[in-house]
């Protein structure tokens, strides 16, 4: 469990850090907390609407983090952190930056010699 506290608090620690890297686990674990609030939060909106106003106030909060371990997870794979636009294509997009995401870490190369974290 501390791996996963650590992972969300690393990524908020380096919310505006692009450069760097990130492993396949910190990031996953970032991911699996990340989803567990947005989901808890979605499913207490039902319950009042102070939760729904929380909801998206927690999707504002992890932006930037999210994008930042987005990035460093492509530089771990060796790929430039402007391949998240891919996201951007309909459908296709989306599973490509799984694929990228779940790739092993690429070795020393332009981004640094190891993940960070």
Do not use: C
């Not at 929380?54 to 909060?61: D, S």
């Not at 983090?65 to 530089?75: E, M, N, Q, T």
């Not at 891919?86 to 779940?102: N, T």
């Amino acid at each position: 469990m501390d791996q996963f506290i650590s992972a969300y608090q690393n990524a908020f620690n380096r919310y505006i850090d692009f450069s760097g890297r990130t492993s396949v686990g910190g990031f996953w674990r970032f991911v699996a907390v990340n989803f567990v609030v947005a989901v808890v939060l979605a499913a207490l909106s039902g319950v009042s609407s102070v939760f729904l106003i929380l909801y998206f106030i927690y999707a504002l909060a992890v932006l930037l983090p999210s994008l930042g371990i987005a990035i460093r997870r492509l530089h771990d794979t060796g790929k430039s952190g402007w391949m998240i636009l891919l996201g951007l294509i309909p459908f296709v997009g989306f599973i490509i930056l799984i694929v990228f995401y779940v790739q092993a870490s690429d070795g020393p190369n332009e981004y640094g010699s190891g993940p960070e974290d």
